[in-house]
């Protein structure tokens, strides 16, 4: 199986940025994909983006597109989110998965809070 475990997350400005790590553990070699989802409080889990474990496809959601970056380290086995130009409405519990088709995920982390304060 695989482990994922995000850090990076806490309290961040208005207009700032903040940069999310995920780690992948155990059987990596099952990861076909990395994404990212977010859910605020009281709303649903909602796709944020993607990226291929090999080669270098991405996806965004259009809600973030332009604010935000993933990337990866194959050697480190991690990816990361970063988010620039931070609003309110980023405030989630982000939530790094792997190996995904549309939005169904063979493997979750168990998420890191970031909270965006105006």
């Known amino acids: 199986q695989v482990q994922l475990v995000e850090s990076g997350g806490g309290l961040a400005q208005a207009g700032g940025f903040l940069r999310l790590s995920c780690a992948a553990s155990g059987r990596v070699d099952l990861i076909d994909n990395m994404a990212w989802f977010r859910q605020a409080p009281g709303t649903e889990r909602n796709f944020v983006g993607a990226?291929?474990?090999?080669?270098?496809?991405?996806y965004y959601s259009d809600s973030v597109k332009g604010r935000i970056t993933i990337s990866r380290d194959n050697a480190k086995n991690t990816v990361y989110l970063q988010m620039n130009s931070l609003k309110s409405e980023d405030t989630a519990i982000y939530y790094c998965a792997a190996t995904c088709k549309a939005l169904s995920c063979d493997y979750w982390g168990q998420g890191t809070q970031v909270t965006v304060s105006s």
């Open positions: 990226i291929a474990w090999r080669g270098d496809s991405t």
